[in-house]
């Protein structure tokens, strides 16, 4: 008799035990609106609202990754506008200049307002958003529309054979080293024959380079001495002069001393200048050679292959490697041009020149424009659908995760009866 009355109260007790358990989910999950997985439920429907949950949150990080992204997308295409407005401003700023018949003051008002501009692209280049570089200037670069390098002409330059590496536009100097005359043989490299001499200061003075002539005739009357260069104007000389400056008339110009000048002299003696050409800004110096292919690199180490052998004098060669260098290049370029007190020959010409390199930027740059807009459209497009597809999800989780009210309500219901039937069980088993 005592073993079946311990099983009955070991049965009464584990029967009372699950529904209690049973009833008190039922009343959490009444109180708590969400469904809650008991130890004997399968765990199916609780991987799925994980599985669920889990997509929900990797869908609302990719909506935000990308409303980042539109959001850097947006800034880089207005800050590309503000480029494309700036190229645009210095394209009339040129035209301004073009326009008028000897350009004089309106050069250097234009070369003013161009230093503003190229400060107001520095400032556009350099930003950033969200850690993000609004302007990759290397978008810009186009190789396949590297063209011909053109020189100004001013020193006698000229572009030399196969293709350059230089970019945008760059100043070549061309410096002034050695005068020698005649043979040479003579003091300071000195024409033996004539007594005509280089002055002392002739190498840091001189700006002639490659071959000249200079004339020496004599007045018959006072005994004099005229001096011209290259056929230019004659200076007159009485023969003590030691520093006798004597240009041609293109401005060229050979310092002279002439108390060696033999007394019976007249005619011609050949001058040679020598000297070197750079890039500056660590670039290297390379002794002029005047030959048809002479190559020089900048400081960047790209090179540029240069006709030297019509070289005459000193001065900064205007370089335009067409199709090439970005704004700031370009601008800088400009600047110096239009503040050159001796302006390049066929100043507008050259200006035209750069007129091509600024519509072929502000070109380049719009295509920018259109391309991060684009991409900002993309960026959006692509956060919303991941949004969508969030809500969705959520919603399906929620519904999964949620009991269902009338089947909780009943089953609670009959939990409880039931509990209250086992609680009175349990009393009579226990007082047997």
Do not use: C, K
């Not at 506008?81 to 009339?92: H, I, S």
């Not at 100097?173 to 043979?183: I, M, N, P, Y």
């Not at 004597?246 to 050949?270: I, K, M, Q, S, Y």
């Not at 920018?368 to 989780?397: H, K, M, P």
């Amino acid at each position: 008799m005592r073993v079946t009355d311990e099983s009955y109260h070991q049965l009464s007790r584990s029967g009372l035990r699950r529904v209690t358990d049973r009833v008190t989910r039922l009343r959490a999950e009444a109180a708590s609106g969400v469904r809650i997985q008991g130890a004997s439920d399968g765990g199916a429907d609780g991987r799925r609202v994980g599985a669920l949950d889990l997509a929900v949150r990797s869908l609302e990080s990719l909506a935000g990754a990308r409303d980042t992204e539109a959001e850097i997308a947006g800034a880089r295409a207005g800050a590309w506008q503000e480029v494309a407005d700036q190229l645009t401003r210095a394209r009339v700023i040129v035209l301004e200049v073009l326009s008028q018949p000897h350009p004089g003051p309106e050069r250097l008002a234009a070369a003013e307002a161009l230093e503003g501009l190229l400060e107001e692209f520095r400032a556009s280049a350099g930003g950033t958003f969200r850690g993000a570089d609004l302007v990759e200037l290397g978008a810009l670069d186009r190789p396949e529309l590297r063209g011909a390098t053109s020189y100004s002409g001013r020193t006698g330059a000229e572009a030399g054979p196969g293709t350059d590496g230089g970019t945008g536009i760059a100043f070549l100097r061309f410096a002034h080293s050695r005068t020698s005359l005649g043979d040479g043989a003579g003091r300071r490299g000195g024409d033996s024959v004539s007594g005509l001499r280089p002055a002392e200061n002739s190498p840091a003075s001189d700006s002639v380079l490659g071959t000249h002539q200079v004339g020496i005739e004599r007045n018959p009357l006072t005994g004099d001495l005229l001096l011209s260069l290259d056929g230019g104007p004659a200076v007159r000389a009485d023969g003590s002069e030691t520093a006798l400056v004597v240009r041609n008339a293109e401005g060229d110009a050979v310092h002279l001393d002439v108390t060696g000048v033999a007394p019976l002299f007249t005619g011609t003696v050949t001058v040679r200048g020598e000297g070197t050409m750079s890039f500056g800004g660590g670039g290297p110096v390379v002794p002029v050679d005047f030959s048809a292919d002479q190559l020089v690199t900048d400081a960047a180490g790209r090179p540029t292959r240069v006709d030297t052998r019509g070289v005459r004098r000193t001065g900064d060669e205007e370089i335009r490697y067409s199709g090439t260098g970005g704004p700031a290049e370009i601008l800088e370029g400009l600047v110096r041009l239009l503040r050159d007190p001796v302006p390049s020959q066929g100043l507008a010409d050259r200006l035209r020149g750069v007129l091509t390199e600024i519509d072929r930027l502000h070109d380049a740059a719009l295509g920018e424009v259109l391309r991060t807009a684009d991409r900002q459209t993309e960026a959006t497009s692509a956060a919303d659908v991941a949004r969508a597809l969030g809500d969705r999800t959520e919603t399906e989780r929620a519904l999964l995760a949620e009991p269902d009210f009338p089947v909780l309500l009943s089953d609670l219901a009959r939990g409880e009866t039931l509990l209250g039937l086992l609680y009175q069980v349990t009393g009579l088993i226990q007082g047997l």
